[in-house]
Protein backbone atom coordinates (compact mmCIF):
# COMPACT_ATOMS: atom_id res chain seq x y z
CA UNK A 1 0.00 0.00 0.00
CA UNK A 2 2.48 2.58 0.82
CA UNK A 3 4.57 1.56 -2.18
CA UNK A 4 1.61 2.96 -4.48
CA UNK A 5 1.64 6.35 -2.45
CA UNK A 6 5.17 6.36 -3.14
CA UNK A 7 5.15 5.55 -6.53
CA UNK A 8 2.11 8.34 -7.17
CA UNK A 9 4.29 10.67 -5.22
CA UNK A 10 7.22 10.31 -7.37
CA UNK A 11 5.24 10.66 -10.50
CA UNK A 12 3.50 13.64 -9.50
CA UNK A 13 6.74 15.12 -8.70
CA UNK A 14 8.22 14.27 -11.97
CA UNK A 15 5.23 15.46 -13.34
CA UNK A 16 5.04 18.61 -11.85
CA UNK A 17 8.97 19.25 -12.76
CA UNK A 18 7.87 18.90 -16.01
CA UNK A 19 4.86 21.40 -16.23
CA UNK A 20 7.12 24.31 -14.22
CA UNK A 21 9.86 24.15 -16.97
CA UNK A 22 7.05 23.65 -20.46
CA UNK A 23 4.91 26.67 -18.59
CA UNK A 24 4.50 29.62 -20.57
CA UNK A 25 3.77 32.07 -17.64
CA UNK A 26 6.31 33.02 -15.48
CA UNK A 27 3.68 32.75 -12.33
CA UNK A 28 2.48 29.89 -13.46
CA UNK A 29 6.00 28.08 -13.26
CA UNK A 30 6.37 29.98 -9.77
CA UNK A 31 3.03 28.13 -8.41
CA UNK A 32 4.19 24.99 -10.13
CA UNK A 33 7.71 25.32 -8.55
CA UNK A 34 6.39 26.24 -5.03
CA UNK A 35 4.10 23.26 -4.91
CA UNK A 36 7.09 20.99 -6.32
CA UNK A 37 8.57 22.20 -3.06
CA UNK A 38 5.77 21.27 -0.88
CA UNK A 39 5.87 17.49 -2.45
CA UNK A 40 9.47 17.04 -1.86
CA UNK A 41 8.69 17.58 1.54
CA UNK A 42 6.23 14.97 1.60
CA UNK A 43 9.23 12.83 0.36
CA UNK A 44 11.66 13.80 3.30
CA UNK A 45 9.27 13.02 5.92
CA UNK A 46 8.85 9.55 3.46
CA UNK A 47 12.12 9.20 3.98
CA UNK A 48 12.45 9.83 7.91
CA UNK A 49 14.39 13.12 7.21
CA UNK A 50 12.03 15.66 9.31
CA UNK A 51 14.56 18.16 9.62
CA UNK A 52 14.97 17.51 5.92
CA UNK A 53 11.43 18.01 5.43
CA UNK A 54 11.14 20.69 7.72
CA UNK A 55 13.89 23.00 6.69
CA UNK A 56 12.66 22.07 2.71
CA UNK A 57 8.95 23.47 3.57
CA UNK A 58 10.70 26.49 5.39
CA UNK A 59 13.14 27.53 2.91
CA UNK A 60 12.05 25.72 -0.01
CA UNK A 61 8.74 26.06 -0.28
CA UNK A 62 8.26 29.19 1.63
CA UNK A 63 10.99 31.80 1.25
CA UNK A 64 11.68 30.74 -2.21
CA UNK A 65 8.39 30.62 -3.04
CA UNK A 66 7.61 34.78 -1.80
CA UNK A 67 11.10 35.58 -3.62
CA UNK A 68 9.74 34.11 -6.93
CA UNK A 69 6.30 35.53 -6.87
CA UNK A 70 8.26 38.67 -6.04
CA UNK A 71 11.01 38.28 -9.27
CA UNK A 72 7.94 37.15 -11.56
CA UNK A 73 5.61 40.55 -10.65
CA UNK A 74 8.70 42.70 -10.90
CA UNK A 75 9.33 40.57 -14.38
CA UNK A 76 5.57 40.87 -15.63
CA UNK A 77 6.25 44.62 -17.62
CA UNK A 78 9.17 43.22 -19.71
CA UNK A 79 7.94 39.75 -20.11
CA UNK A 80 5.87 40.05 -23.33
CA UNK A 81 9.06 41.51 -25.10
CA UNK A 82 11.05 38.93 -23.56
CA UNK A 83 9.21 36.12 -25.34
CA UNK A 84 8.78 38.19 -28.64
CA UNK A 85 12.55 37.89 -28.64
CA UNK A 86 12.35 33.78 -29.74
CA UNK A 87 15.77 32.50 -29.53
CA UNK A 88 17.23 30.84 -32.84
CA UNK A 89 16.81 27.20 -33.29
CA UNK A 90 20.64 26.37 -32.41
CA UNK A 91 20.28 28.30 -29.50
CA UNK A 92 17.55 26.52 -28.30
CA UNK A 93 19.24 23.06 -29.76
CA UNK A 94 22.24 23.85 -27.47
CA UNK A 95 20.45 24.98 -24.54
CA UNK A 96 18.36 21.07 -24.94
CA UNK A 97 21.25 19.21 -25.67
CA UNK A 98 23.54 20.73 -22.71
CA UNK A 99 20.61 19.71 -20.34
CA UNK A 100 20.46 16.35 -21.44
CA UNK A 101 23.83 16.08 -20.81
CA UNK A 102 23.46 17.45 -17.23
CA UNK A 103 20.38 15.21 -16.65
CA UNK A 104 22.85 12.12 -18.15
CA UNK A 105 25.72 12.89 -15.80
CA UNK A 106 23.19 13.48 -13.03
CA UNK A 107 21.85 9.63 -13.56
CA UNK A 108 25.52 8.08 -14.03
CA UNK A 109 26.67 9.52 -11.00
CA UNK A 110 23.15 8.41 -8.43
CA UNK A 111 23.23 5.40 -10.60
CA UNK A 112 27.38 4.64 -9.82
CA UNK A 113 26.74 5.42 -6.58
CA UNK A 114 28.04 2.70 -3.94
CA UNK A 115 25.64 0.88 -2.16
CA UNK A 116 25.01 0.41 0.78
CA UNK A 117 26.04 4.25 0.57
CA UNK A 118 29.01 5.11 2.77
CA UNK A 119 27.91 7.02 6.03
CA UNK A 120 29.32 8.72 9.05
CA UNK A 121 26.15 7.98 10.59
CA UNK A 122 26.97 5.07 13.27
CA UNK A 123 29.97 7.78 14.23
CA UNK A 124 27.81 9.83 15.22
CA UNK A 125 25.26 8.14 16.86
CA UNK A 126 28.45 6.87 18.73
CA UNK A 127 29.36 10.31 19.49
CA UNK A 128 26.49 12.04 20.40
CA UNK A 129 26.75 11.27 24.11
CA UNK A 130 30.06 13.90 24.16
CA UNK A 131 27.71 16.92 22.57
CA UNK A 132 24.98 16.54 25.40
CA UNK A 133 22.23 17.03 22.70
CA UNK A 134 19.69 14.20 21.92
CA UNK A 135 19.10 15.06 18.14
CA UNK A 136 21.81 13.87 15.56
CA UNK A 137 21.06 16.72 12.89
CA UNK A 138 21.78 19.81 15.39
CA UNK A 139 24.78 17.36 16.94
CA UNK A 140 26.11 17.34 13.33
CA UNK A 141 25.56 20.86 12.70
CA UNK A 142 26.85 22.76 15.97
CA UNK A 143 29.29 20.18 16.86
CA UNK A 144 31.24 17.55 14.51
CA UNK A 145 30.65 20.52 11.31
CA UNK A 146 30.28 23.15 13.37
CA UNK A 147 32.67 24.99 10.96
CA UNK A 148 30.19 24.13 8.01
CA UNK A 149 27.38 26.40 10.02
CA UNK A 150 29.81 28.89 10.83
CA UNK A 151 30.55 29.46 6.84
CA UNK A 152 26.80 29.00 6.19
CA UNK A 153 25.71 31.93 8.38
CA UNK A 154 28.20 34.04 6.95
CA UNK A 155 27.45 33.11 3.23
CA UNK A 156 23.64 34.35 4.35
CA UNK A 157 25.62 38.00 5.70
CA UNK A 158 27.20 37.95 1.97
CA UNK A 159 24.08 37.16 0.58
CA UNK A 160 22.41 40.30 2.17
CA UNK A 161 25.27 42.63 1.46
CA UNK A 162 25.15 41.74 -2.20
CA UNK A 163 21.06 42.34 -2.93
CA UNK A 164 21.82 45.82 -0.82
CA UNK A 165 24.16 46.45 -3.26
CA UNK A 166 21.68 46.66 -5.80
CA UNK A 167 20.33 49.74 -4.47
CA UNK A 168 20.25 52.92 -6.44
CA UNK A 169 23.11 55.59 -4.64
CA UNK A 170 19.92 58.06 -3.78
CA UNK A 171 18.19 55.00 -1.70
CA UNK A 172 22.02 54.08 0.20
CA UNK A 173 20.83 53.72 3.52
CA UNK A 174 17.09 53.62 3.47
CA UNK A 175 14.20 51.60 3.67
CA UNK A 176 14.15 48.16 1.99
CA UNK A 177 11.16 47.38 -0.07
CA UNK A 178 7.75 49.51 -1.36
CA UNK A 179 5.70 51.44 0.97
CA UNK A 180 2.95 49.28 1.84
CA UNK A 181 -0.40 51.41 1.63
CA UNK A 182 -2.21 48.95 2.78
CA UNK A 183 -6.24 48.64 4.15
CA UNK A 184 -6.02 48.99 8.03
CA UNK A 185 -9.73 47.10 8.21
CA UNK A 186 -8.19 44.48 5.11
CA UNK A 187 -8.14 40.87 5.80
CA UNK A 188 -4.54 41.07 5.26
CA UNK A 189 -4.49 43.11 8.33
CA UNK A 190 -6.50 40.72 10.08
CA UNK A 191 -4.60 37.80 9.58
CA UNK A 192 -1.27 40.09 10.31
CA UNK A 193 -2.88 40.26 13.88
CA UNK A 194 -3.99 37.48 14.51
CA UNK A 195 -1.07 34.86 12.88
CA UNK A 196 2.32 36.60 14.53
CA UNK A 197 1.48 35.45 17.95
CA UNK A 198 1.02 32.00 16.90
CA UNK A 199 3.45 31.83 14.45
CA UNK A 200 6.29 33.45 17.15
CA UNK A 201 5.15 30.94 19.83
CA UNK A 202 5.45 27.91 16.76
CA UNK A 203 9.09 29.56 15.39
CA UNK A 204 10.70 29.57 18.97
CA UNK A 205 9.29 26.40 19.74
CA UNK A 206 10.79 24.65 16.84
CA UNK A 207 13.94 26.21 17.90
CA UNK A 208 14.10 25.41 21.37
CA UNK A 209 12.48 21.34 20.27
CA UNK A 210 15.71 21.65 17.59
CA UNK A 211 18.32 20.31 20.52
CA UNK A 212 16.91 17.17 20.88
CA UNK A 213 13.80 16.35 18.48
CA UNK A 214 13.71 17.93 14.33
CA UNK A 215 13.74 21.12 14.26
CA UNK A 216 16.02 23.67 14.64
CA UNK A 217 17.05 27.69 14.44
CA UNK A 218 17.03 27.85 10.87
CA UNK A 219 13.82 26.53 10.45
CA UNK A 220 12.33 28.43 13.32
CA UNK A 221 14.12 31.67 11.91
CA UNK A 222 12.04 30.76 8.85
CA UNK A 223 8.68 31.34 10.95
CA UNK A 224 9.79 34.31 13.00
CA UNK A 225 10.73 36.10 9.48
CA UNK A 226 7.63 34.81 7.35
CA UNK A 227 5.59 36.46 10.54
CA UNK A 228 7.77 39.72 10.22
CA UNK A 229 7.37 39.64 6.56
CA UNK A 230 3.81 39.46 6.96
CA UNK A 231 3.33 42.43 9.77
CA UNK A 232 5.24 44.79 7.09
CA UNK A 233 3.26 43.59 4.48
CA UNK A 234 -0.31 44.29 5.86
CA UNK A 235 1.12 47.84 6.32
CA UNK A 236 1.34 47.23 10.16
CA UNK A 237 5.07 48.38 10.35
CA UNK A 238 7.63 49.96 8.20
CA UNK A 239 11.29 48.25 7.23
CA UNK A 240 14.21 49.52 8.74
CA UNK A 241 16.32 51.68 7.00
CA UNK A 242 19.65 49.63 6.56
CA UNK A 243 21.98 52.43 8.23
CA UNK A 244 20.57 51.78 11.40
CA UNK A 245 23.23 50.84 13.95
CA UNK A 246 21.29 48.26 16.22
CA UNK A 247 20.38 46.59 12.40
CA UNK A 248 23.77 45.89 11.78
CA UNK A 249 25.04 45.08 14.70
CA UNK A 250 22.27 42.20 15.14
CA UNK A 251 23.36 41.20 11.61
CA UNK A 252 26.90 40.32 12.64
CA UNK A 253 25.91 39.28 16.36
CA UNK A 254 25.57 35.36 15.24
CA UNK A 255 28.52 34.63 13.23
CA UNK A 256 30.93 36.96 16.08
CA UNK A 257 29.15 34.96 18.41
CA UNK A 258 29.97 32.07 16.76
CA UNK A 259 33.88 32.60 16.14
CA UNK A 260 34.04 33.81 19.85
CA UNK A 261 32.80 30.25 20.60
CA UNK A 262 35.40 29.10 18.62
CA UNK A 263 38.30 31.33 19.89
CA UNK A 264 37.22 30.07 23.31
CA UNK A 265 37.74 25.99 22.52
CA UNK A 266 40.92 27.28 21.02
CA UNK A 267 42.12 28.06 24.07
CA UNK A 268 40.42 26.10 25.97
CA UNK A 269 39.94 22.88 24.54
CA UNK A 270 42.73 23.03 21.70
CA UNK A 271 41.33 23.40 18.29
CA UNK A 272 39.34 26.19 16.80
CA UNK A 273 35.21 25.46 17.68
CA UNK A 274 35.97 22.38 19.97
CA UNK A 275 34.12 22.87 23.34
CA UNK A 276 35.71 22.00 26.56
CA UNK A 277 34.28 18.80 28.39
CA UNK A 278 30.78 19.16 29.95
CA UNK A 279 30.39 22.89 28.49
CA UNK A 280 28.76 21.36 25.18
CA UNK A 281 25.18 22.11 25.10
CA UNK A 282 25.48 25.29 26.89
CA UNK A 283 28.18 26.51 24.42
CA UNK A 284 25.74 25.34 21.18
CA UNK A 285 22.84 27.52 23.42
CA UNK A 286 24.95 29.91 22.78
CA UNK A 287 25.68 29.95 19.38
CA UNK A 288 21.91 28.66 18.52
CA UNK A 289 20.79 31.86 20.47
CA UNK A 290 22.69 34.20 19.35
CA UNK A 291 22.03 32.93 15.49
CA UNK A 292 18.42 33.17 15.81
CA UNK A 293 17.86 36.57 15.56
CA UNK A 294 21.03 37.19 13.03
CA UNK A 295 18.78 34.75 10.59
CA UNK A 296 15.58 35.95 11.29
CA UNK A 297 16.62 39.35 10.10
CA UNK A 298 18.53 38.32 7.41
CA UNK A 299 15.65 36.28 5.64
CA UNK A 300 13.60 38.81 6.24
CA UNK A 301 15.96 41.50 4.85
CA UNK A 302 16.44 39.51 2.13
CA UNK A 303 12.90 39.00 0.97
CA UNK A 304 12.64 42.65 1.14
CA UNK A 305 15.12 43.10 -1.44
CA UNK A 306 17.53 46.39 -1.65
CA UNK A 307 16.89 49.74 -0.13
CA UNK A 308 14.47 51.48 -2.39
CA UNK A 309 13.40 54.86 -0.64
CA UNK A 310 15.26 57.23 1.50
CA UNK A 311 14.32 56.77 6.00
CA UNK A 312 11.36 59.37 6.05
CA UNK A 313 8.88 58.16 2.97
CA UNK B 1 -15.20 0.16 20.86
CA UNK B 2 -12.43 -0.38 18.55
CA UNK B 3 -13.85 -1.28 15.72
CA UNK B 4 -17.25 1.09 16.06
CA UNK B 5 -13.79 3.98 16.05
CA UNK B 6 -12.04 2.46 13.26
CA UNK B 7 -15.16 2.63 11.38
CA UNK B 8 -15.45 6.21 12.38
CA UNK B 9 -11.76 6.81 10.87
CA UNK B 10 -12.93 5.53 7.86
CA UNK B 11 -15.93 7.13 7.24
CA UNK B 12 -14.95 10.41 8.10
CA UNK B 13 -11.53 10.30 5.85
CA UNK B 14 -13.35 8.83 3.32
CA UNK B 15 -15.67 11.49 3.31
CA UNK B 16 -12.90 14.04 3.84
CA UNK B 17 -11.22 12.44 0.63
CA UNK B 18 -14.61 13.24 -1.04
CA UNK B 19 -14.67 16.93 -0.32
CA UNK B 20 -10.93 17.61 -1.74
CA UNK B 21 -11.77 15.16 -5.09
CA UNK B 22 -15.10 17.49 -5.59
CA UNK B 23 -12.82 21.03 -4.41
CA UNK B 24 -10.96 19.45 -7.43
CA UNK B 25 -13.23 19.08 -10.21
CA UNK B 26 -15.15 22.17 -9.36
CA UNK B 27 -11.73 24.01 -9.46
CA UNK B 28 -11.16 22.87 -12.87
CA UNK B 29 -14.65 22.68 -13.95
CA UNK B 30 -16.49 25.50 -12.60
CA UNK B 31 -16.81 28.83 -15.10
CA UNK B 32 -15.52 31.72 -13.43
CA UNK B 33 -12.98 32.53 -10.49
CA UNK B 34 -15.58 33.27 -7.94
CA UNK B 35 -17.52 29.93 -7.74
CA UNK B 36 -14.03 28.11 -8.57
CA UNK B 37 -13.13 29.90 -5.02
CA UNK B 38 -16.31 28.46 -3.61
CA UNK B 39 -15.36 25.11 -4.66
CA UNK B 40 -11.69 25.18 -3.35
CA UNK B 41 -12.46 26.18 -0.31
CA UNK B 42 -14.72 22.85 0.48
CA UNK B 43 -11.70 21.07 0.58
CA UNK B 44 -9.98 23.24 2.86
CA UNK B 45 -12.86 23.52 5.09
CA UNK B 46 -14.71 20.39 5.16
CA UNK B 47 -12.24 17.87 3.19
CA UNK B 48 -9.74 18.66 5.99
CA UNK B 49 -11.78 18.93 8.70
CA UNK B 50 -13.35 15.55 7.76
CA UNK B 51 -9.82 13.62 7.56
CA UNK B 52 -8.78 15.54 10.38
CA UNK B 53 -11.82 14.54 13.06
CA UNK B 54 -11.67 10.83 11.34
CA UNK B 55 -7.78 10.80 12.16
CA UNK B 56 -8.26 11.97 16.27
CA UNK B 57 -9.07 8.45 17.33
CA UNK B 58 -6.44 6.81 15.98
CA UNK B 59 -3.97 9.33 18.16
CA UNK B 60 -2.11 7.58 21.11
CA UNK B 61 -2.25 11.46 23.11
CA UNK B 62 -4.01 14.59 23.88
CA UNK B 63 -1.36 16.92 22.62
CA UNK B 64 -0.82 15.19 19.46
CA UNK B 65 -4.96 15.39 19.00
CA UNK B 66 -4.62 19.27 19.85
CA UNK B 67 -1.71 19.60 17.24
CA UNK B 68 -3.78 18.20 14.40
CA UNK B 69 -6.87 20.21 15.18
CA UNK B 70 -4.86 22.98 15.61
CA UNK B 71 -3.11 22.45 11.80
CA UNK B 72 -6.85 22.67 10.88
CA UNK B 73 -7.81 25.79 12.09
CA UNK B 74 -4.56 27.69 11.14
CA UNK B 75 -5.48 25.98 7.09
CA UNK B 76 -8.92 27.41 7.89
CA UNK B 77 -7.39 30.68 9.15
CA UNK B 78 -5.12 31.03 5.75
CA UNK B 79 -7.85 29.64 3.52
CA UNK B 80 -10.52 32.34 4.10
CA UNK B 81 -7.90 35.16 3.91
CA UNK B 82 -6.69 33.44 0.53
CA UNK B 83 -10.37 33.77 -0.84
CA UNK B 84 -11.08 36.88 0.62
CA UNK B 85 -8.32 38.45 -0.73
CA UNK B 86 -8.55 37.09 -3.85
CA UNK B 87 -12.37 37.89 -4.11
CA UNK B 88 -11.85 41.57 -3.61
CA UNK B 89 -9.03 41.97 -5.59
CA UNK B 90 -11.86 40.26 -8.34
CA UNK B 91 -14.35 42.97 -7.28
CA UNK B 92 -11.80 45.77 -7.45
CA UNK B 93 -10.26 44.31 -10.86
CA UNK B 94 -14.41 44.41 -11.91
CA UNK B 95 -16.36 41.49 -13.60
CA UNK B 96 -14.12 39.23 -15.48
CA UNK B 97 -13.08 35.30 -16.40
Redesign the interface.
Known amino acids: MIEVLNFGLAALILGLAVWTIVAREAPAAVVGFIVYGLLLTLVWVQLQGIDVALTEAAIGGGLTGVLLISAAVRLRSTESTARAQRPSASTRWLAAALSAAVTAALSICVLALPEPAPTLAPEVLANIAVTEVGNPITAVLLAFRAMDTLLEAIVLLFALIGVWSLAPDRAWGGRPGLLQQADPN???A??AR??PP?GIVAGIYIFWIGADHPGGKFQGATILAAMWLLVMMAGLADAPPISRRWLRWLLVAGPLAFIAVGVVGAVTAGAFLSYPQGYAKTLILVIEFALMPTLTLILGLMLLGAPQRGETS | MKLFLDLWTVVAVVAGAFFFFAGTVGLLRFPDSLTRLHALTKADNLGLGLVVLGLLPQLDSVSAGLKIVGIWL?VL??GA?AA??IA?TLRQSGPGP
Open positions: GILYVVLI | LLSTQWR
